[in-house]
């Protein structure tokens, strides 16, 4: 039942259970006190106003404590800033005061509404916004819930007597509540220094990481564009029109080139549009999002039913037909709106292949958009030059005819399994347990399967012409899919399938995390509750405190992994580096694992929700447990990359072996070296 209904409980499950948290009758202290902040403002002095109100029966302590009392101190306070000083101390009204017998203290407490108030004197004749925090703890005659803290912002109009009055900041006295970076004092002396916050040294990110591949990528697409029913038969035809309308051979070549340059710069400028659209900072959130990858999905599944015949997606033939027109006014303009016709032609074929791209790129962030549009347009472009060049190559290329579907097909069932990818991130993210990894092997088989059966003819599709007899190559590329297929049948019965371990969810993220048979998870000596089944079968924890008070506590090493759900060069390093003979057996018996995942997007208790100092000069709210240990490896380590290692000692030193990453140490002799090195230190 869970397998054949699948789509359709995905979809109603998430929903589900997020109306259902929203509806949890939890007590939250920020339901039960509502705080507002305003602001009186007459001429150059304002009052920083807030007004509190409590649900019946429940309170909050007074800002002003009695000496030696027991709870938690209401706070109301302001940032520093230039734009105005303090004047005095917060104003609070008379507090409910009297003595609790049972505890023995006296109690000073607001109920029902209360205000709180500012004084400040603005200095500066330009409107700015003024920022601070508060924080309580609510209570009732018989309980008190957590802490809760939160900032609020508010607009101030500048006074144009300010500059006259020469008024400083000098003698406020209300301190920022924003925390700053994690100091680095333990960190040992190679690691990278954290900058001051006036000038913020710019985070390392995966995206620069993920360049090459994405171009790599990116170009064999173009190359798979190339051999499309609506590009091929476009280069004879191309290039015959430049050779024959020019004078001379070298202008033929001349316009060729330029018509090629056009396509790299009509494609590159939809690059650069999506990633000044949606921003480097939020095509690097992509990723980890799992209602993005969701619709990055749905996207490629349309694309490739598209691909296999069912439609076909086209631009707005006015945008075709103004393109086609403007290529007859001739010259360097002409050869412009030839090249954009091209593009616009032949979107229906080229469209599935660069929408998978943007997707793709836009999942790693940065500019790699840029970077994919690049090299999809560079293989594009290049055939045009290069047979306008050397015009007898063209005796070479095949005819057109029933291949170039063929090609598009499987285009489209190819797509159909990287579609999967994005849901599978989608289900992990969100923890869902749908899409395991037996059920996506299986899904893989099945699709590949459909493939295998595609190419030796025993199916067709739409717009195939009818299959008289196999070529070679077709027989060929059957024979290798069939044999991928059987490749991954294992793998549905706990198999590592190592060459496409980035793809499927990780061997933890099953209906059998121990493998068929549940063989059981590696044994820790003096185990604790707090571990959890990790990869390879390893036990580890997944909260940085409880792993370093027993390392501490066992006197032994403490691995940091900085990983995340949807981390694909995580999974390549789990499943092809940390098993091997010589590095697993120091996992298991010589440290202590920690994976800090930080995409992990549960929220984290209220009292721990603070605001940080990013090193980009902004604040920022701890929110999840994703952001706590995104801000951990960012502030002590200066990087933002994934998988992140570092080894530390059992007292919490780092060691001199610094850190070690997917780009340097996927070679599992490299890793070994950096791991024994550190080992080798404590010895």
């Known amino acids: 039942m869970k397998y054949t209904t699948f789509f359709l409980l995905f979809i109603f499950t998430s929903l589900f259970k997020t109306i259902g948290f929203s509806q949890s009758k939890i007590e939250l202290p920020e339901d039960m006190v509502k705080w507002k902040v305003t602001v009186d403002q007459k001429g150059c002095e304002a009052t920083v106003i807030a007004s509190v109100t409590m649900v019946t029966h429940w309170h909050i302590n007074s800002i002003a404590l009695p000496k030696g009392t027991f709870g938690y101190a209401t706070k109301f306070q302001l940032n520093k800033s230039a734009d105005y000083k303090v004047i005095g101390v917060v104003s609070e009204p008379k507090p409910i005061q009297k003595h609790d017998d049972e505890a023995d203290e006296d109690l000073s ?33 018989s309980h008190c819930l957590a802490p809760y803290d939160d900032v609020f912002s508010v607009k101030v109009k500048g006074c144009l007597d300010a500059a006259s009055e020469g008024l400083t900041p000098e003698d406020s006295s209300i301190t920022s509540t924003t925390v700053e970076p994690i100091k680095t004092s333990r960190i040992d002396k190679n690691a990278p220094k954290i900058q001051s916050n006036n000038n913020p040294k710019p985070v390392k990110s995966t995206s620069d990481r993920s360049v090459l591949t994405i171009f790599i990528l990116s170009f064999l697409s173009g190359l798979a564009a190339l ?7 476009m280069i004879p035809m191309t290039v015959s029109f430049f050779t024959k309308q020019s004078k001379t051979k070298s202008q033929g070549v001349r316009n060729a080139f330029l018509y090629s340059f056009f396509i790299i710069v009509i494609y590159i400028t939809l690059g650069v549009a999506v990633t000044a659209i949606f921003g480097a900072e939020v095509l690097n959130k992509m990723s980890t999002n799992p209602w993005f990858n969701f619709i990055f999905f749905l996207i490629l599944v349309i694309f490739a039913i598209s691909f296999m015949g069912a439609f076909e997606i086209r631009m707005p033939s006015k945008w075709v037909n103004k393109a086609d027109k403007a290529s007859d006014k001739g010259g360097i303009i002409g050869i412009f ?114 493939l295998a059966i595609y190419l030796f003819g025993f199916i067709t599709f739409p717009h195939d012409s009818k299959v008289e007899r196999l070529s070679v190559g077709r027989i060929m590329l059957g024979t290798v899919v069939t044999m991928f297929v059987i490749y991954m049948l294992p793998g549905m019965w706990g198999a590592p399938l190592k060459l496409i371990n980035a793809f499927p969810p990780p061997t933890t993220y099953s209906e059998s995390p121990l493998g068929f048979g549940g063989s059981g998870a590696v044994a820790v000596e003096g ?31 403490l691995f940091v992994d900085f990983t995340g759900y949807q981390c694909v060069n995580c999974r390549k390093m789990e499943e092809t580096v940390w098993g091997e003979a010589g590095i697993i057996e120091h996992l298991r018996d010589d440290v202590v694992i920690v994976s800090l995942h930080v995409d992990d997007l549960k929220e984290l208790p209220i009292k721990e929700q603070i605001t940080v100092k990013w090193p980009n000069g902004k604040d920022k709210k701890l929110v999840t447990y994703g952001d706590k240990w995104m801000y951990k490896e960012i502030s002590e380590y200066e990087i933002a990359a994934q998988p992140y290692y570092v080894l530390k000692s059992p007292d919490g030193k780092n060691l001199s072996n610094g850190s070690a990453d997917y780009q340097n140490h996927s070679n599992p002799e490299v890793f070994k070296a950096w791991f024994e090195k550190g080992l080798g230190e404590i010895k």
């Not at 051999?227 to 038969?233: D, E, R």
């Not at 924890?541 to 032994?556: P, Q, R």
């Open 227 to 233: 051999m499309t029913p609506c590009v091929f038969p």
């Open 337 to 450: 709106f030839m090249a954009l016709a091209l593009a616009l032609v032949s979107f229906s074929c080229t469209g599935p292949i660069v929408g998978s791209l943007l997707v793709e790129a836009a999942s790693k962030g940065g500019i790699t958009p840029v970077i994919g549009m690049f090299g999809f347009s560079l293989a594009l472009a290049l055939p045009f030059g290069l047979f306008a060049a050397f015009p007898g190559w063209m005796n070479s290329l095949p005819k057109s005819g029933g291949w170039l579907n063929t090609v598009k097909v499987v285009l489209g069932i190819l797509e159909l399994a990287l579609a999967l990818k994005f849901l599978s991130n989608a289900d992990y993210g969100l923890q869902l347990h749908y899409l395991e990894r037996e059920l996506f092997i299986a899904a893989w088989v099945a699709i590949f399967g459909l």
């Open 109 to 141: 407490y607001h109920e029902g509404k209360v205000v709180f108030k500012y004084k400040i004197q603005i200095l500066t004749d330009k409107d700015f916004v003024l920022k601070g925090t508060y924080a309580f703890q609510t209570c009732d005659e």
């Open 527 to 557: 185990g604790n509750e707090d571990m959890h089944l990790g990869p390879q079968k390893l036990m580890v924890f997944h909260d940085f405190d409880e792993a370093e008070a027993y390392a501490k506590k066992v006197n032994k090493p």
